[in-house]
């Protein structure tokens, strides 16, 4: 269950900064290798679960959307390729 970020971040998704109290915090796994994903409002889709698709073609990496490109494309980098 997400709750509200409480520090300020980087999205998950698209890479655009998350203030404090204002995007949704999640958390994954466990203790030692427990995660925490911040996702601002635009992005997070309870449904989906969006995450990043990243792709290594030679020595360039590549990331995408994994739900498919947001109205903002291209502008905010989540869909470099």
Not at 4 to 22: I, P
Request: aromatic share 6%; net charge positive; charged share 15%.
């Amino acid at each position: 269950m997400p709750t509200t970020n409480r520090y300020s971040g980087t999205c998950s998704v698209c890479g655009c900064t998350v203030a404090a109290r204002k995007g949704l915090l999640e958390s994954r796994g466990a203790r030692p290798r427990k995660r925490h994903y911040v996702y601002c409002s635009a992005c997070y889709d309870p449904q989906s679960h969006a995450q990043l698709s990243v792709t290594v073609i030679g020595d360039q990496t590549y990331t995408r959307n994994a739900a498919g490109r947001c109205i903002d494309a291209p502008c905010c980098g989540c869909c470099t390729i």
